[in-house]
Nanobody, 123 residues
Framework: QVQLVESGGGLVQAGGSLRLSCAASGRTFGSYTGGWFRQAPGKEREFVSA????????YYADSVKGRFTISRDGAKNTVYLEMNSLKPEDTAVYYCAASRGGSVFSQHNYAYWGQGTQVTVSS
């Protein structure tokens, strides 16, 4: 079992930055892929970014490429999402998730989820 706890959300003005953290406990991120998804009000949950733990290959949704950066700290068993140049359309609840395999883009491949952290970007 992997328990995931997100932190770092909040209210920020457009153009600002936030860094989300996802701390894993129970088991290490070790062989898992760490992913971030988000869900805006009235919309489906969507893929944002992912990082493979072993190779540190990273993946991004087109909507966040060049603005968001995913990283991980093995010693702290934590995945981060650095979000810059935030836009009002980035407003959503952001979820951290862990996957053992399959496409990193599909939420169905993620077995473990955090409770989510709210990010609100004002215009």
């Amino acid at each position: 079992q992997v328990q995931l706890v997100e932190s770092g959300g909040g209210l920020v003005q457009a153009g600002g930055s936030l860094r989300l953290s996802c701390a894993a406990s129970g088991r290490t991120f070790g062989s898992y892929t760490g992913g971030w998804f988000r869900q805006a009000p009235g919309k489906e949950r969507e893929f944002v970014s992912a990082i493979t733990w072993s190779t540190t290959s990273s993946y991004y949704a087109d909507s966040v490429k060049g603005r968001f950066t995913i990283s991980r700290d093995g010693a702290k068993n934590t995945v981060y999402l650095e979000m810059n140049s935030l836009k009002p359309e980035d407003t959503a609840v952001y979820y951290c998730a862990a996957s053992r395999g399959g496409s990193v883009f599909s939420q169905h491949n993620y077995a473990y989820w955090g409770q989510g952290t709210q990010v609100t970007v004002s215009s």
